[in-house]
């Protein structure tokens, strides 16, 4: 016995065999990064956590039939994206982000967090630069927040969103361009 | 001598490359070449120092911490997901052999429903949709053993074509949304499990499409029926792929 603690893949795999322990073990993994990634996406902390129940509601169904092709974070993420990407096509994208630049303070503000200031650090600050990511178009949002929140290689992101690579080193030049525009029009 | 610039009225390619060397994915050359460029880019080189700073700024919007339970998560996620765990796959069946019992058993089924052999009934159970199958004068008691794989290989080859024919349909829903071809089942699979009394509906107008182009019944596919039943009596999982 090593005392680690079991991979992803070993706890999917337990799942499978019927483990339903196991899929506990997997959304105290996942659920922290789920959110944040569900937050950065729908701009609203209500959406987020909506988003993450769906997300994990539909990992639970579709587990049985994971067979390890993609990373299980890659292939959870791919899940939250596609649901996301659901969630825009019902609604009208320019009202979506309207509301959620209208919102952005208050979402800050309404953090859950026992001591939101130390975990923001400064609220405008934050906040500006929320909005300045959610008004990104969808598919340069996701590729800014995939790569740079989550730290996922360019490969993978690639891969989640169905680009090819170059494609998406370039949304990434252009997203950071254009925060940097909108971030000194704020300033200015 | 002086190497040349790659990126010479490049630009464009050049940002993107700057994009991956913020996130240190930049082989040796490319990050030379890209500092040839930039030494003799004004434009490149300013974006670039935007690039650093915007990346920056990203790290100021924080997500305050989840104080959610992650167990009440999970509880949560069972409920609305329906309860029990996905049947998981036998230990002794693997993914091939179950796949091939699977397809047999839905072409039998479809037969079944086309001969009026064997009808769906729904029932209301503690306030629930039950979903059962009924067999002429016997309940459908399910099969200890998968069906043996080369017993039915002809019939999957059968299966999967009509598969292939019957389902088109419901894959020209899906390419609708431009799903790449694993997400489909994904979404498919979700969409059967995600209400209970609605998947088996759905199955059933699944397998109701492939009935329309079923071959006659025999006795293989008759046997192949039974196990059909007893899997959609008694499991979530469906033949997604």
Redesign the interface.
């Known amino acids: 016995m090593t005392g680690q603690a079991p991979s992803e893949e070993e706890l999917i795999r337990r799942f499978q065999g019927g483990d339903e322990e196991a899929f506990g073990a997997l959304v105290e993994r996942w659920a922290a990064d789920l959110l944040r990634l569900a937050w950065r996406l729908t701009g609203r902390p209500e959406d987020a956590h909506d988003l993450r129940q769906q997300v994990l509601v539909q990992a639970w169904t579709a587990l049985s039939s994971y067979r390890g092709k993609a990373r299980p974070r890659t292939w959870l993420y791919r899940i939250a994206l596609n649901l996301w990407r659901d969630r825009l096509r019902g609604e009208s994208r320019r009202e979506r982000l309207l509301d959620a630049a209208r919102e952005r303070l208050d979402a800050a503000g309404a953090s859950p967090a026992a001591d939101p200031e130390a975990v923001l650090g400064d609220r405008e600050e934050a906040a500006r630069v929320a909005d300045a990511v959610l008004s990104l178009p969808p598919e340069v949002r996701e590729v800014v927040v995939l790569r740079h929140y989550h730290d996922l290689p360019f490969q993978d992101v690639a891969r989640l969103v169905g680009a090819p690579v170059t494609t998406v080193q370039a949304r990434m030049a252009r997203g950071l361009a254009a925060l940097r525009a909108r971030l000194r029009e704020r300033v200015s | 001598m002086t190497e040349p610039d790659r990126y010479h009225e490049a630009c464009?390619?050049a940002?993107?490359?700057?994009?991956?060397r913020?996130?240190g994915?930049c082989d040796g050359a490319t990050e030379a070449a890209l500092e040839r460029h930039l030494a003799r880019c004004p434009g490149c080189r300013s974006?670039w120092e935007?690039?650093r700073?915007?990346?920056a700024?990203?790290d100021?919007?924080?997500?305050?911490?989840?104080?959610?339970d992650?167990?009440d998560?999970?509880r949560?996620?069972?409920r609305?997901?329906g309860g029990a765990?996905?049947?998981?796959?036998p230990?002794v069946a693997p993914a091939r052999r179950r796949r091939v019992a699977v397809l047999a058993a839905a072409a039998g089924f479809a037969a079944a429903l086309l001969a009026g052999a064997v009808r769906p009934e729904l029932s209301l159970t503690d306030g629930a949709l039950a979903f059962s199958l009924r067999l002429p004068g016997a309940a459908v008691e399910p099969r200890a053993e998968a069906e043996p794989a080369d017993r039915l290989t002809g019939l999957t080859r059968r299966v999967e074509e009509l598969l292939a024919r019957g389902l088109e349909d419901q894959r020209a829903e899906l390419d609708a949304?431009e799903?790449?071809a694993?997400?489909r089942?994904?979404?498919l699979?979700?969409a059967?499990?995600?209400a209970r009394t609605e998947d088996r509906t759905l199955l059933l107008s699944l397998i109701d499409t492939l009935s329309r182009s079923a071959a006659r019944e025999d006795q293989r596919t008759r046997e192949a029926m039974v196990e059909l039943a007893s899997y959609v009596a008694r499991s979530?999982?469906v033949p997604?792929?």
């Open positions: 464009d390619d940002r993107a490359e700057l994009a991956a913020l996130y994915e974006d935007e690039m700073a915007a990346g700024e990203l100021r919007w924080r997500i305050p911490d989840d104080p959610a992650a167990r998560l999970a949560e996620t069972m609305r997901a765990a996905p049947t998981p796959r230990a949304h799903l790449a694993e997400e089942g994904l979404r699979a979700a059967l499990s995600e979530d999982d997604n792929r």
